[in-house]
Structure formats: structure tokens, C-alpha cells
């Protein structure tokens, strides 16, 4: 079931109905047959998986909580991590012929893993209720695509679930209708365009590619963006918050500062159990711990979205980027200016750095990429030319872009779905709501990010 | 050593990592006060305190330090 089908829009009312018409203690029940009734809905093997996960992560957790030793502690921790990353692992790089990766499997998989090193570094006790846990993992909000949220964040909020109020109601529908204009106006409308010129990119003139190339962030930002905001806004109709997971990407200043806002749980993950922990046991080493953690976090990163040399390359060149950011760019004259002049030159430049490295995720062979790189420069050519598409998807961005600019630059001084003034919001409901009917893709296109 | 000339030892030593000459430094100060205050310069902190005591910390107690009142307290603990 995906939150731009049919059958979500049914599912979601009754289980709201469901969880407020039942007592306090039984909502977490509630909750989590819903989650496994969402994720079976799927397919009945992803259920199997997601169940082994939640059993391994349980146990694990409990096991440490009961070891008095801080060596056994430790083992029990990588032994725990190894488990659960096995079914990631085996599709991952062992792929079996026709299975595909489970949708999800790589988002509850980490969420796992920060689960038992938390409980390992004191930072949360273990979970006695295994439902809670259970729920944690397979949380239906989240668990197609993240965010990839944290025990104590979550489990908090899962000891006393109250009942929805009408702020809750509220504000998750507007987070929703949001989520869906980003998604089914901007990401899934760019994606004709762009699709139509990378999946033919040999015939396309220069002016196409760079055209659609500048597009794939925004493209991206709006399909996982979109998502992000409905699974806010999905958690929110039971009162509960979840992370946020982009901060308006599109205004970053450095690839330091666009890696604190998109994707924001998963590199925070990254941040906290892959980057930290190598950093740490190279702290003597001076710079050297900082630039090898940071490459390692960075290639580790690009394996996680895809097994190639491209991806390898794009990890890399992030991770290279950053360390330069770190020892030089800071100390040039317009990275340390806040005139507005300079911050709209350091917006444009990492727009562009983005652009390039996101060049080397729509391709697997460098060949394609020299070729793109190629035609940009040597055969400039005719833009090619989607009138429907371009009018549609061009109308949704510019709202798209008002509404972040206006957020990033002018928090708080434009309200319009959170105007007190019925005509205001309202108004803004309805546009949104006839701009999804209207300039929308409403054929049930896939999200992005399922793929990993 | 009691928490006081803790204090005194480990300020020279934050003041010089975070570039922050002029900053008073308290138990209370975290890294969300001091802008310089960040990951690396956090594990720099970390190295430089532990050559400086002569002792070694372990990641799972630094990942709960929020503030220096904290690292008093876990310095204070390994003296």
C-alpha cells in the first residue's frame, strides 16, 4: 500500500477511527496490526522479515540489558548488528535471482542497529514490551521510506498514546496535502521530463541534459520531500511527532550545510554510527581522522544508494568536497560574508556542485556520464520542448520555491495555511487542493526512494 | 582534583580548540552556545583532554556528554 493509493485513503480513516475509539492501553495494539497489515499488504514476505528483524532486535537489546560485562555488552551489540544486517546484506550485494529488496528493509534495518548501540551506550534502556518495539520498527508512517527515527525519540511517545486531538487532526491533514502537492504536482510532473531525457540521453541535445539535470534535485527533493511531509502528517493524525527529514535543501550555502538538510534522519544515522565511531578511534591522527572518516561515511553512503562505480564516485566526490569546505572554503572572502550578494553566490554554487555530483546517481557506467558531460558542452542543440509539462510542473515549482523561500527568509511573516483568518486558509486548502487535481500525476507513480 | 581546578585546566585547553579567546567558560556551556562548537572540534576536545589527564575515554561515555559540567564529571571520574 502506498500513500498515493486508493486504498490508503480508505485505510487511513479507520484505523484513525479505530485508535480513538479504542482505551489507552489498547492504541499500541492498534497501531501495530495496522503496521503489519500495511506492510503485508505488500507482500506477506516483507511481514516475514520485518517480524525476524523485530524478534533479533528485541532479544539482542534485553540480552544486553541482563550482561553485567562491558566486553560481553560489546559482543552481544556486534553480534546483534550482524544479524540484523544479513537480510540487508544478502539483497544488497547478493541480490537472488527475481527477489527483489524488500520496500523498507534498509530503513528499519538502521533504525534496528541505532536501537541496540543505544541500548549498548546507556543512552536508552531496553524495551521490555516486544510490541513496542515491534511497533517501533514497523510503524507504518515510516516504515517504507523513513524518516529513519530513534528509540528515544519514539518509545516515549509509545508509553502513553492519547487520543487524537483536533490540532493533531488538523495539522496532520495540512502536512499531508502538502506532501502530496510536492509529490504528485512537482516530483512526479519533473519526472515525465526528466525520465524522457535520461532515458533516451543519447539522442537529447546539451540544452535537454543540463536542463533536466538542473531539475533532479528539485525533482528529488519533492518525491522524498513529499513523502516525508505525508509520513509527518500521517504520524501526527495519532498525535505522535516524527522527525524532520528536509529543511529546504534547495537554499543550502556549502555541502556541509545541504547534507544538515536533506535526508536529514539518514545522514544523522550516518553522523552518529558510522562517521563518529571511526573519527573517534582516529582522533590522535589529527586531520587524517577527520578526511578518513568522512571519505569512509561518504562511500558507505553511495553503496547504501546503489552498488556501482558511479555511486562510489559520487560518495567520494561529497566526501572530498566536505573536507575541502572544512580546511579551505571557509576562509575565502565570500564564504565568510553574509552580505545577501554573497550568500545568493554560495546558494547558486552548491546548487550547482549538487547538480554535478547528482549526475553520477542517474547513471551506473562513467561512460554515460562522460557522454552527458560531453554533449553539454560540445553539442548545445535545441531544448527540447514538453509544453504540458513544463507549464504544469513549472507552475507547482515556483509555489514550491515561493513557499520554502518565504520560510528560509521571512519565517513567521507569511501565513497562509496557518493564517488565523478563515479566508486564508481556506483559500490556500483549496488551491492546493485543485492544483493537486489539476497539474497533479495521479496514475500512482512510485516514490523514489522505495528503491533503497 | 575537585571540579573547580578541573575547570581552570580544561578552559585554556576549549578556548584554544574552538578558537573562542574571549569566551567564560561554565558548567553549563553546551555546543549548541559556542558556534565553533562541532563534531570535529568536539573529538579534537575529546583528544586534547585526554593527552593533557593522561587518561582515556571510551565512545559510549563521550556520546552522552551535553555540556562541560559533563566532561567535568567524567574527567573527575577517570582522576
Known amino acids: ?452 | 582534583m575537585d571540579r573547580r581546578q578541573i575547570m581552570d585546566e580544561i578552559s585554556p585547553i576549549f578556548k584554544d580548540v574552538m578558537h573562542q579567546k574571549n569566551i567564560v567558560l561554565n558548567e553549563i556551556v553546551a555546543p549548541q552556545d559556542v558556534d565553533t562548537w562541532d563534531s570535529v572540534t568536539n573529538l579534537l576536545f575529546i583528544s586534547e583532554l585526554e593527552k593533557h589527564f593522561g587518561i582515556r575515554f571510551k565512545l559510549k561515555e563521550t556520546v552522552k556528554l551535553n555540556n562541560i559540567g559533563d566532561f567535568v564529571s567524567l574527567i573527575q571520574s577517570k582522576l
Open chain 1, 1 to 452: 500500500m502506498q500513500f498515493n493509493s486508493f486504498e490508503f485513503i480508505v485505510f487511513l480513516p479507520i484505523v484513525v477511527l479505530l485508535y480513538n475509539l479504542c482505551s489507552e492501553r489498547y492504541r499500541v495494539y492498534v497501531l501495530l496490526i495496522a503496521s503489519f497489515a500495511f506492510y503485508a499488504y505488500l507482500h506477506p514476505l516483507y511481514l516475514c522479515i520485518n517480524l525476524i528483524i523485530c524478534i533479533m532486535t528485541y532479544s539482542c537489546a534485553r540480552w544486553i540489558a541482563v550482561c553485567q560485562s562491558d566486553k560481553g555488552q560489546k559482543r552481544i551489540m556486534f553480534g546483534g548488528i550482524f544479524l540484523v544486517l544479513m537480510p540487508l546484506a544478502s539483497y544488497k550485494f547478493f541480490p537472488f535471482h527475481h527477489w527483489i529488496l524488500p520496500v523498507g528493509l534498509s530503513f528499519y534495518t538502521f533504525m534496528a542497529i541505532s536501537y541496540i548501540v543505544d541500548v549498548y551506550q546507556g543512552k536508552i534502556q531496553a524495551e521490555k514490551n516486544p510490541c513496542k518495539i515491534s511497533l517501533f520498527l514497523s510503524f507504518f508512517p515510516y516504515v517504507l521510506s523513513g524518516p529513519i527515527e530513534r528509540a528515544d525519540h519514539i518509545l516515549p511517545q509509545m508509553d502513553y498514546l492519547r487520543k487524537s486531538t483536533p490540532s493533531d487532526l488538523t495539522n496532520g491533514a495540512k502536512l499531508m496535502l502538502w506532501g502530496y502537492f510536492m509529490k504528485l504536482c512537482v516530483g512526479d510532473r519533473l519526472a515525465i521530463y526528466t525520465d524522457a531525457i535520461f532515458n533516451n540521453f543519447e539522442f537529447h541535445s546539451g540544452a535537454s541534459l543540463l536542463f533536466a539535470l538542473v531539475l533532479v534535485p528539485i525533482q528529488c527533493y519533492a518525491d522524498f520531500g513529499g513523502y516525508s511531509f505525508i509520513a509527518t502528517g500521517v504520524a501526527r493524525c495519532f498525535g505522535i511527532n516524527i522527525m524532520n527529514n528536509f529543511n529546504r535543501p534547495l537554499f543550502s550555502t556549502s555541502i556541509s550545510d545541504f547534507w544538515h538538510r536533506w535526508h536529514i534522519s539518514l545522514m544523522k544515522w550516518f553522523n552518529d554510527y558510522i562517521y563518529t565511531p571511526i573519527f573517534f578511534s582516529l582522533r590522535n591522527r589529527n586531520g587524517y581522522g577527520f578526511a578518513i572518516a568522512i571519505l569512509t561515511t561518504f562511500i558507505i553512503s553511495g553503496l547504501w544508494h546503489g552498488v556501482s562505480l558511479t555511486i562510489v564516485i559520487w560518495g567520494m566526490m561529497n566526501g572530498v568536497i566536505m573536507i575541502f569546505e572544512r580546511h579551505a572554503f571557509r576562509n575565502l572572502y565570500f564564504s565568510r560574508q553574509n552580505l545577501s550578494w554573497a550568500k545568493f553566490l554560495r546558494i547558486l554554487l552548491t546548487y550547482s556542485v549538487v547538480v554535478f555530483c547528482m549526475l553520477f546517481t542517474r547513471f551506473s557506467a562513467m561512460a554515460d556520464v562522460g557522454f552527458v558531460v560531453k554533449t553539454v558542452f560540445s553539442n548545445w542543440g535545441q531544448l527540447f520542448i514538453d509544453a504540458d509539462t513544463m507549464v504544469y510542473g513549472l507552475f507547482s515549482l515556483v509555489v514550491l520555491f515561493a513557499v520554502d523561500f518565504f520560510e528560509e527568509f521571512l519565517p513567521g511573516k507569511i501565513k497562509l495555511a496557518n493564517s488565523s483568518k478563515f479566508i486564508f486558509r481556506w483559500g490556500t486548502y483549496l488551491f492546493l487542493i485543485i492544483s493537486i487535481m489539476l497539474f497533479g500525476v495521479l496514475d500512482g507513480g512510485s516514490f523514489i526512494y522505495f528503491q533503497f
